[in-house]
C-alpha cells in the first residue's frame, strides 16, 4: 500500500498546516487512517486518526488546534493544525490502520514517507 503525504514545509509559529495524504489503490477507504509525528530525537507519536463511520481521535497536544477529515471520494485524509508552535516541528507521517487502538503505532501496518513540518518562533 502506497501513501503519500504532502503539505510541509517551513512554517511561522501562530500560523496554520494542512497536511494531505493520499492512499494508493483505494487503501484508506474502508479504513481508519491516522497521522503521527517524529520529533528529532523523540519517538513516534500519535496525532490523530479518523475512523471508518467518521469518529475522530486526538493528542492532548493538538486536541484544540487540530482538524483531521477525509474525502473517500479522492481517498484521501487531511489534517490542518493551527496556531502552530515550535513544538510542532516534526516529519508527519500518514498511516492506514488495521486493527487495534487508534492511538498506538502498532495498529497501522501500512505507512507514508513523511513530510517534514519545521516550525520557526
Known amino acids: 500500500v502506497q501513501l503519500q503525504a504532502s503539505g510541509g514545509g517551513l512554517m511561522q509559529a501562530g500560523g496554520s498546516l494542512r497536511l494531505s495524504c493520499v492512499a494508493a489503490?483505494?487503501?484508506?477507504?474502508?479504513?481508519?487512517m491516522g497521522w503521527f509525528r517524529q520529533a528529532p530525537g523523540k519517538e513516534r507519536e500519535f496525532v490523530a486518526s479518523?475512523?471508518?463511520?467518521?469518529?475522530?481521535y486526538y493528542a492532548g497536544s493538538v486536541k484544540d488546534r487540530a482538524t483531521i477529515s477525509r474525502d473517500r471520494a479522492k481517498d484521501t485524509v487531511e489534517l490542518q493544525i493551527n496556531n502552530l508552535e515550535p513544538s510542532d516541528t516534526a516529519i508527519y507521517f500518514c498511516?492506514?490502520?488495521?486493527?487495534?487502538?487508534?492511538?498506538?503505532?502498532?495498529?497501522?501496518?501500512?505507512w507514508g514517507r513523511g513530510t517534514l513540518v519545521t516550525v520557526s518562533s
Open positions: 498511516a492506514v490502520h488495521r486493527s487495534g487502538s487508534y492511538y498506538a503505532s502498532s495498529s497501522y501496518p501500512y
Open positions: 489503490e483505494r487503501a484508506g477507504s474502508n479504513n481508519a
Open positions: 479518523i475512523a471508518y463511520r467518521g469518529g475522530t
